[in-house]
């Protein structure tokens, strides 16, 4: 079966994890405190309207962005609860109360709203130190490129220095293995351990490229806007950001359709230079974690199919 015809696959590294979601299911595995493999399984909820929504270019990708961050948080929450504590003690885990936050918005809620947030901190902060230069760089362009300058370093910085914890780095290496995981089951090898190991850990498709991208075209976007004073231009990158959310998803999604074409193939160059930073190789037991959960994803998806194409017959 040729890349083409073979269904999509997305991932994300958990703690001492990975999770792997499909076209109905979304399955987490996570390596816990006595080496033993714990599975967290959600199936994926259908909505009529949204379904809609995410035919719509530049607003379907808004629409995913808000889906993963809220169902990612479950998974990443489900990790966090367990991956040190042994087995023998999960009875512990269903007498801790959540908090009062999480009891009024929901896990998901405030996933969506921590991303807003960051996206929030990432976007405003540049926006005050480019201003602070407006003395010495005062020209409209020359700003822009100040601003934008401060956003990458801000977004680079933040991921080093991030990456220099011990419990990070983990997750980066299990975020390696995921794309070695997709990127040997989209090149049609067998999944084992040596494989998946020999697969490249960069991927087209990964949010690390999205959050360059915004960064990309958040430069040529405000490029049209000429704001009259900081408090204006507070209020352009506010009111922009879902536009630039909208328009990087697509030039992420164009990236990953192009790369198998001469040339046009390097348009996706930055993103996978990003992930350099925001993947690390993985160990064998880590690799072997993102197998079984993406292994337990595709064999959930295929009883799914199965079930769907039998009452289609009947």
Not at 155 to 162: E, K, P, S, T
Request: net charge neutral.
């Amino acid at each position: 079966m040729s890349n083409e015809q073979k269904p999509l696959y997305g991932g994300q590294a958990v703690v001492e994890g990975v999770m792997f979601g499909g076209k109905h299911h979304y399955v987490t595995a996570i390596r816990r405190k006595d080496q033993s493999v714990d599975y967290l399984h959600l199936p994926r909820t259908y909505n009529t309207k949204l379904a809609k929504l995410k035919k719509v270019p530049f607003l379907r990708g808004i629409i995913a962005i808000i889906e993963s961050s809220g169902n990612g948080t479950k998974h990443l929450n489900f990790s966090t609860d367990r991956y040190d504590v042994d087995p023998s003690e999960d009875y512990k885990l269903a007498e801790q109360e959540p908090t009062k936050l999480s009891m009024i918005l929901g896990v998901a809620v405030l996933g969506v709203l921590s991303f807003l947030f960051g996206k929030f901190i990432f976007t405003l902060i540049p926006t005050f130190l480019a201003a602070m230069f407006m003395p010495i760089i005062s020209g409209h362009v020359a700003q822009i490129l100040l601003e934008s300058f401060f956003k990458l370093i801000l977004l680079l910085g933040y991921i080093y220095f991030v990456s220099l914890t011990p419990i990070i780095k983990r997750v980066f290496q299990y975020h390696g293995a995921e794309h070695k995981v997709i990127n040997a089951y989209e090149s049609g090898k067998e999944l084992t351990i040596e494989n998946v190991q020999a697969a490249s850990r960069l991927h087209y498709r990964c949010g690390s490229s999205f959050i360059l991208f915004t960064v990309i075209v958040g430069l040529f976007l405000y490029l049209f806007f000429y704001p009259d004073n900081l408090l204006d231009r507070v209020l352009i990158r506010i009111a922009l950001i879902p536009v630039v959310l909208g328009i990087s998803f697509e030039v992420l999604q164009l990236t990953n359709k192009l790369r198998e074409v001469p040339v046009l193939k390097y348009l996706g160059l930055p993103g996978l230079w990003l992930q350099l930073l925001t993947t690390k190789e993985p160990s064998d037991d880590q690799v072997e974690v993102a197998i079984l959960s993406f292994s337990e994803l595709k064999r959930r998806e295929e009883e799914t199919e199965a079930k769907v194409s039998k009452a289609v017959v009947e």
